[in-house]
Antibody, heavy 121, light 106 residues
Framework: QVQLQQSGAELVKPGTSVKLSCKAS????????MNWIKQTTGQGLEWIGI????????SYNVKFKGKATLTVDKSSSTAFMQLSSLTPEDSAVYYC??????????????WGQGASVTVSS | DIQMTQSPASLSASLGETVTIECRAS??????LAWYQQKPGKSPQLLIY???SLHTGVPSRFSGSGSGTQYSLKINSLQSEDVASYFC????????FGSGTKLEIK
């Protein structure tokens, strides 16, 4: 079955960076785009961006340009998101989510378990 | 950005009842709308896409409808396992989500 296994919780200091991972299994990694989504109690769900694992092509929410960088490692079927210049406002749960094929890249039919990031000194 | 206004923010209903959750888009999204269910402590799960298409494996008591800027999710014969938060998401433009509806059993 399709699984997206995300890396664990992170406690990081302001001004630093963090790199989250999302290992895919149960399907052909390059056949579906991968989205990243931020969830907070205050702001709800926010779409960060999307990557095509086959080509490496990316598209970002303008709000997260310069904040998030999406990459993949096809050899290990793993997607990554690096968040830079972290502030307390970046504290959230971050999800990777696979795009459905054949409808649109922005409908997500499988989600990772989420990775909590806490930014605090 | 297309803004999604979701209502109500919370909802309490009895087992077996029918409930409806609404989402209004700030402009026409041409049925580019999905609904997700998020159970406590879990990740969101896709229920509906293209406003009214049921995702594989989703019980038929869930249904979606609407057009233009107004969309709704209906849950018939409410079950205890339906306790969750529900989110709409438009994908006509870059994705944006509604603020969620927390559904509880009365």
């Amino acid at each position: 079955q399709v699984q997206l296994q995300q890396s664990g919780a992170e406690l990081v200091k302001p001004g630093t960076s963090v790199k989250l991972s999302c290992k895919a299994s149960g399907y052909t990694f390059t056949s579906n785009h991968m989205n990243w989504i931020k969830q907070t109690t205050g702001q709800g769900l926010e779409w960060i961006g999307i990557i095509n694992p086959g080509s490496g092509g990316t598209s970002y929410n303008v709000k997260f340009k310069g904040k998030a960088t999406l990459t993949v490692d096809k050899s290990s079927s793993t997607a990554f998101m690096q968040l830079s210049s972290l502030t307390p406002e970046d504290s959230a749960v971050y999800y990777c989510a696979r795009s459905v094929r054949g409808i649109t890249s922005y409908v997500m039919d499988a989600w990772g378990q989420g990775a909590s990031v806490t930014v605090s000194s | 950005d297309i803004q999604m206004t979701q209502s109500p923010a919370s909802l309490s209903a009895s087992l077996g009842e029918t409930v409806t959750i609404e989402c209004r888009a700030s402009e026409d999204i041409y049925n580019g709308l999905a609904w997700y269910q998020q159970k406590p402590g879990k990740s969101p799960q896709l229920l509906i896409y293209n406003a009214n298409s049921l995702h594989t494996g989703v019980p038929s008591r869930f249904s979606g409808s609407g057009s233009g800027t107004q969309y709704s999710l209906k849950i018939n014969s409410l079950q205890s396992e339906d306790v969750a938060s529900y989110f709409c998401q438009q994908y006509y433009d870059y994705p944006t989500f509604g603020s969620g509806t927390k559904l509880e059993i009365k």
